[in-house]
């Protein structure tokens, strides 16, 4: 991974341990995927808490590509991840702008897909993922930012399970930054 500094190392150590401890469930399980696992994960405890979400926060800074302005996601996995991440580049004097999108359009007021500023066509989007199983959900909502004319690049997600998604968003000419693979939890 390259130049990380010491902080990141320690940042990700405390973070893999909060994962751990209040995400990594082990036991039988059907994903969203359909797919069955004997493994588990549920971030939110984790990024729905001050410490996790800052933490996480820090981390996709430090792993997001510099000249992307703009992060994503998918709501309501990617929301608190959007949310930490614009205020953390905003107390480090740093412009970031976020948008949620939406699992279906509005059926009223504007019918909007996406949340968030408007922002110019081409726009550079970063794609923010807790989990990524096959990629399947992330997928959707790169296709919804490509619809409204916004380049992506690049997914940062807390777990890659290592079940197919790193190669399906591959295949959309999107690369995978993950802090964590299934293999840090076994």
Known sequence: M????EKYHLNKAKLLKQLIEKS??????????????SHYFNCKPVSLNGEGLNLISDLFL???????QVVAGLTLGADPLVSGL???????????NGLIIRKE?????TKAGI???????????T???DVVTTAGSVIKAI????????????????????EGGLKALEDENVKLKSLFTIKDFL
């Open 62 to 68: 430090e792993l997001k590509a510099s000249r992307s």
């Open 115 to 125: 949340e968030g500023p408007k922002l110019e066509e081409g726009t550079l989007v």
């Open 24 to 37: 990594y469930k082990k036991g039988n399980f059907t994903l969203s995927s359909g797919k069955k696992s």
């Open 2 to 5: 390259g130049n990380f500094s």
């Open 127 to 129: 794609v923010l993922e």
């Open 143 to 162: 296709k919804k930012l490509r619809e409204n004319n916004y380049v992506v690049e690049e997914v940062l997600s807390i777990v890659d399970r290592q």
């Open 86 to 96: 614009i205020v953390k580049a905003a107390s480090q004097g740093l412009e970031l």
């Open 105 to 109: 359009i509005k059926k009223y007021g």
